[in-house]
């Protein structure tokens, strides 16, 4: 089962057509751990509950642009 953010986000949409986030995370089943139990949030690698970024470098550049433009 996938979760998925409520729609009407518009930035989100945008990042979301672009690949840069996912917002379809699946369930987090530990039959597919290795090791350690993954973080669930983590705000530092860009990991949220139910959107994450593809990579750190995609959330700095989306935030410096958004800084330039704002």
Known sequence: MFCSVERGVPIMD???DLNLIVDT???RDPLL???EE???KDLGLGIGRRVTWQ???HR???KKAL???G
Do not use: D
Request: net charge negative; hydrophobic share 45%; charged share 25%.
């Open 14 to 16: 945008r990042l979301t």
């Open 55 to 57: 990579t750190p470098f």
């Open 60 to 62: 700095e550049a989306v």
């Open 67 to 69: 800084k330039l433009l």
């Open 33 to 35: 751990w290795a090791g």
């Open 38 to 40: 993954p973080p669930e």
């Open 25 to 27: 995370i699946p369930e």
